[in-house]
């Protein structure tokens, strides 16, 4: 059985490859999806596990301790891998870094979902949050749409923004703080959120018509970075109904206080593909929950196998 750790196949993996991955994957059979999650106090243990006719089937297994980015030395808060089993035996074939295999899913979804769902040519990127998503997303989305020649970074923390803008230096594309969230919201063409918080933050208030609000921070019952007005004058995608309605808060909220309905969730990554779902028109405001999933991880870590054994 292989084990591929992350500086052995991070150098060898494309923004593009990893999009085309994940759209080929959503043509295939509707995946089989459970999850499992114990612990005892804060400390986590979460087991997703993922079938997919025509590709394999995967088990992640991640644990998460929040302590531990305050011991001495610092350790990860979220440490684990992906097993693939080989479909046609169900012998396991390969163990993958399971932070490998987060970072290229977490933006690649969200890439895949503005490759669908913005606008052909998209000038100005803003990306809220400092941390490791934040700086993935900066290099993603360039990488899918060349047109991006503005990028503002705005942080609660306006002097983590300011580092994440120092390492873009030799950049492309103009890379800068956003002092001002309003005005930076209303000024990008794609406004992309990574962040903690549980708070909504981003007000449907500031965006323009056109558009594309990408989704990426709340992943519990309890959070969110929309309000209310984001998800009313926009149009509600998600990468997957079965991993985010009844189970991120940015969605189940404005579900459970009637603000939007189930009716208002116009269609998933697989829908859009099929063609059965799409954005209205060039002026339509899109809304794209990326909810993570364990068909993602699958997918990305089958792609991970591959590049890694034609080496």
Same mark, same amino acid.
């Given at each position: 059985?292989?084990?591929?750790?992350?500086?052995?196949?991070?150098?060898?993996?494309?923004?593009?490859?990893?999009?085309?991955?994940?759209?080929?994957?959503?043509?295939?059979?509707?995946?089989?999806?459970?999850?499992?999650?114990?612990?005892?106090?804060?400390?986590?243990?979460?087991?997703?596990?993922?079938?997919?006719?025509?590709?394999?089937?995967?088990?992640?297994?991640?644990?998460?301790?929040?302590?531990?980015?305050?011991?001495?030395?610092?350790?990860?808060?979220?440490?684990?891998?992906?097993?693939?089993?080989?479909?046609?035996?169900?012998?396991?074939?390969?163990?993958?870094?399971?932070?490998?295999?987060?970072?290229?899913?977490?933006?690649?979804?969200?890439?895949?979902?503005?490759? =669908?769902? &913005? $606008?052909?040519?998209?000038?100005?990127?803003? /990306? +809220?949050? !400092?941390?490791?998503? @934040?700086?993935?997303?900066? #290099?993603?989305?360039?990488?899918?749409?060349?047109?991006?020649?503005?990028?503002?970074?705005?942080?609660?923390?306006?002097?983590?923004?300011?580092? =994440?803008? &120092? $390492?873009?230096?030799?950049?492309?594309?103009? /890379? +800068?703080? !956003?002092?001002?969230? @309003?005005?930076?919201?209303? #000024?990008?063409?794609?406004?992309?959120?990574?962040?903690?918080?549980?708070?909504?933050?981003?007000?449907?208030?500031?965006?323009?018509?056109?558009?594309?609000?990408?989704?990426?921070?709340?992943?519990?019952?309890?959070?969110?970075? !929309?309000?209310?007005?984001?998800?009313?004058?926009?149009?509600?995608?998600?990468?997957?109904?079965?991993?985010?309605?009844?189970?991120?808060?940015?969605?189940?909220?404005?579900?459970?206080?009637?603000?939007?309905?189930?009716?208002?969730?116009?269609?998933?990554?697989?829908?859009?593909?099929?063609?059965?779902?799409?954005?209205?028109?060039?002026?339509?405001?899109?809304?794209?929950?990326?909810?993570?999933?364990?068909?993602?991880?699958?997918?990305?870590?089958?792609?991970?196998?591959?590049?890694?054994?034609?080496?």
């Amino acid at each position: 059985m292989k084990v591929i750790g992350f500086e052995e196949a991070d150098g060898r993996l494309t923004w593009p490859m990893v999009v085309e991955a994940l759209e080929a994957g959503h043509r295939l059979a509707a995946p089989q999806i459970g999850d499992l999650l114990i612990g005892s106090g804060e400390n986590k243990m979460l087991n997703r596990a993922a079938w997919i006719d025509g590709l394999g089937i995967a088990l992640k297994s991640v644990t998460v301790f929040p302590g531990n980015p305050r011991a001495d030395p610092p350790r990860p808060s979220v440490q684990g891998s992906v097993l693939l089993f080989d479909p046609e035996t169900g012998a396991p074939n390969a163990v993958v870094d399971g932070g490998l295999v987060t970072k290229w899913k977490t933006v690649g979804d969200s890439l895949l979902g503005a490759k =669908l769902l &913005a $606008s052909r040519e998209p000038k100005t990127l803003l /990306v +809220c949050g !400092a941390g490791n998503v @934040a700086a993935n997303l900066v #290099a993603g989305y360039q990488a899918i749409f060349p047109s991006i020649g503005t990028i503002l970074v705005w942080n609660r923390t306006t002097s983590r923004a300011e580092e =994440l803008v &120092a $390492s873009f230096d030799d950049d492309a594309a103009t /890379v +800068c703080v !956003a002092a001002d969230l @309003a005005e930076a919201a209303a #000024a990008a063409d794609i406004v992309s959120t990574a962040t903690m918080a549980s708070d909504p933050f981003l007000k449907g208030a500031w965006l323009t018509p056109g558009t594309h609000v990408d989704l990426i921070g709340a992943y519990t019952p309890d959070m969110r970075e !929309a309000d209310d007005a984001v998800m009313t004058g926009g149009e509600i995608f998600v990468d997957s109904k079965k991993t985010t309605i009844g189970h991120i808060g940015e969605i189940q909220i404005p579900l459970d206080a009637g603000t939007i309905t189930q009716a208002d969730i116009l269609g998933d990554l697989s829908d859009i593909i099929m063609e059965k779902a799409g954005r209205s028109g060039p002026d339509a405001i899109t809304v794209f929950k990326n909810g993570g999933g364990a068909h993602l991880d699958l997918m990305v870590a089958d792609l991970i196998a591959k590049v890694v054994a034609a080496q």
